[in-house]
Nanobody, 116 residues
Framework: VQLQASGGGLVQAGGSLRLSCAASGRTFSYTKAWFRQAPGKEREFVSVISSSGSRTYYADSVKGRFTISRDGAENTVSLQMNSLRPEDTAIYYC???????????WGQGTQVTVSS
């Protein structure tokens, strides 16, 4: 499985961006998520979506502003980010995991920069 993240960029505070992560291989049964890592900080959880798409969960810092979704037909997971803040500046990584596999898969990351 390979994950390719895209959609990052530079945006002013209050703006929006939509990140996408395309997966190669069959990932329909995988739980998918987004993490981020700001400069000088550890990688942190942002949001997760179940394999069916029926369950989602968000970090408190993004709840109400970000929305995760997945498209089974396109084998993608997206993160709609609204009301962006400078503290959202980070490299965003997509993630896919299956409980029967030993290790998850990570995308290469896409940079999001929010200016004040």
């Amino acid at each position: 499985v390979q994950l390719q993240a895209s959609g990052g960029g530079l945006v002013q505070a209050g703006g929006s961006l939509r990140l996408s992560c395309a997966a190669s291989g069959r990932t329909f049964s995988y739980t998918k998520a987004w993490f981020r890592q700001a400069p000088g900080k550890e990688r942190e959880f942002v949001s997760v979506i179940s394999s069916s798409g029926s369950r989602t969960y968000y970090a408190d810092s993004v709840k109400g502003r970000f929305t995760i979704s997945r498209d089974g037909a396109e084998n993608t997971v997206s993160l709609q980010m609204n009301s962006l803040r400078p503290e959202d500046t980070a490299i965003y990584y997509c993630y896919a995991a299956l409980s029967t596999e030993l290790a998850p898969y990570w995308g290469q990351g896409t940079q999001v920069t929010v200016s004040s």
